[in-house]
């Protein structure tokens, strides 16, 4: 770990307090000076830290920059295990999903990570687009690299779901719900969307790689997402005031769906978040949609309908609930 990076991850424990540069630099193990140039470095990245002579350093409460030293300090401050890959970080980019299947053909090693604080061309399922406003929420891929076979990519996309689930309840204190297969609801409205892209190996079926592409709103107002969005889509905290930082909440996520690979063993806990089993839905795929009663999540993470007298299970498409029963 970088000076500057174990800078900003001991300020980062210690927000509004301030910090005398000796004690900063004995407790890094550094000179001074060391400490005063690591904290120019981190002004420069955009982080507030207030310096004056005789009061030491302060990191402003608030502060949020979003950088790649950010989130290893966040990384090294949630476990004692180093990040596996690499990490690139980017103010904006046209699609997380695109840059990182270029880094990933070019032989991005697994767990690599890249960061847009803005997307102008986000993409959901079906072509959809996602909105991503600058700074405020979390737009990222992680490559992974796991010994799968093609037919794995939902258990990725359902063990991603259940991966940010369980960092945002850890970070936040906030209990999320899963829609099939990849969207994440709170208080009735979509607060993030996943999808998951891949190259398989036709010879030998196995998965070359995969991307995993998670765009979780934080801070967005339902100004941003305009009149049309604002009654079906939100965020954690749509006043705009979020208790924790971007850098902490990619780093929880990437370690919870780290820790989860190659396994993937995410079915426990993705039924018992998800709500469409018990609805009748509308399913949208390849052709017409057609509706059916959701029954259960099988053991394959497909979602097991009753439609027509006959029972079906679905491992791709899209669903939306209806509000009462249509045959």
Known sequence: MTTKQALLQYLLSCPDQPL?????????????????????????????????????????????????????SAWAQQGDTPYPGQVRVFSTLPSSNRTAK????????????????????????????????AGKGVYFSLILRPEVGAAASLAVTGSAAVAVCRAVQKLCGIELSIKWVNDLYYKGKK????????????????????????GLNLTASPADFGTELSSIASSLYPDGSSPVSRAALVAA???????????????????????????????????????????????????????????????????????????
């Not at 060391?34 to 120019?40: E, G, H, P, T």
């Not at 102008?120 to 406003?133: C, L, Q």
């Not at 892209?197 to 070359?208: F, N």
């Not at 426990?268 to 017409?288: A, D, K, L, N």
């Open 253 to 327: 996520i990437c370690r919870e769906l780290l820790s989860l690979c190659p396994e993937f063993d995410y079915l426990p806990e993705y039924r018992q978040r998800c709500f469409v089993p018990g609805h009748w839905i509308t399913v949208y795929g390849s052709g017409e949609p057609w509706s059916a009663k959701a029954i259960a999540i099988d053991d394959n993470g497909r979602l097991l309908v009753e439609a027509g007298g006959r029972q079906i299970a679905i491992d791709h498409g899209e669903v939306s609930i209806k509000p009462a029963q249509t045959e």
């Open 102 to 133: 270029e880094w990933a053909m070019a032989g991005a090693p697994h767990g690599s990570l890249v960061l847009a604080g803005e997307q102008t061309e986000g993409r959901g399922r079906r072509g959809r687009t996602f909105v991503s406003p």
């Open 20 to 72: 005398s540069g000796q004690a900063l630099a004995d407790k890094l193990g550094v000179s001074r000076m060391a400490v005063s140039k690591a904290c120019r470095e981190l002004q420069k990245q955009g982080w507030q830290i207030e310096a004056a002579s005789g009061r030491g350093y302060r990191l402003c409460s608030g502060s949020d920059a979003l950088t790649g030293d950010a989130v290893l």
């Open 191 to 214: 607060v993030c969307g996943i999808l998951t892209e891949a190259t398989t190996d036709l010879e030998s079926g196995h998965t070359e790689w995969l991307v995993v592409g998670i």
